[in-house]
């Protein structure tokens, strides 16, 4: 009995490894929404967050996991941002340094400005995990378009992430 049991939950376990690793979550389309929210991390992030606003999906950005020695202007530089669009629509946001504080970080961001429908920018393997933190903290009735950046992971990264979100739906499932 013990052997079917175990059999079963490695069967299950590989099944979802397969189904993460295979099923990445996708860019989104051309949805309009109240803001972006980029996490920082692997590249194509922040590029990805400034064409959204470029192509105007959105009216403003936070940046989520900034280095903190990482100033407005040095930013505006490195990714040609003029300063007049990061005085009004680009906020650098120091306040996180994991996924998790990035949900945190990006909840009270939404909650001081009212906005009720965001797009979140990560990469694709990384998607899952930070849009479930992100609601687990945010009002239900807030609109979530997952925007993911394609990438190409290494069997590693998956095999890392994949245990993440199964430790994070563990805590939610048994509490946090």
């Known amino acids: 009995m013990l052997g079917r049991i175990f059999s079963f939950v ?10 993460f690793a295979v099923f990445l979550p996708r860019p989104a389309g051309d949805v309009k929404t109240e803001a972006v929210v980029v996490l920082t991390g692997s590249g194509g992030r922040i590029d990805r967050g400034l064409e959204v606003l470029n192509n105007k999906l959105a009216p403003k950005m936070l940046v989520s996991g900034v280095d903190p020695d990482v100033r407005p202007r040095e930013f505006a530089a490195q990714y040609k941002v003029p300063m007049s669009r990061m005085r009004c629509c680009v906020k650098l946001g120091y306040d996180s340094v994991d996924t998790r504080t990035n949900a945190n970080e990006t909840a009270r961001w939404l909650a001081a400005r009212h906005i009720t429908s965001v797009r979140l920018v990560t990469s694709d393997w990384h998607m899952r995990r930070a849009a479930l933190d992100l609601r687990r903290v945010v009002p239900a009735d807030v609109v979530l378009i997952e925007d993911a950046v394609p990438t190409q992971p290494t069997f590693r990264m998956l095999f890392l992430e994949y245990h993440k979100l199964l430790a994070r739906l563990a805590q939610r499932l048994w509490g946090e």
């Open 10 to 19: 490695v069967l299950a376990w590989m099944a979802g490894f397969i189904w």
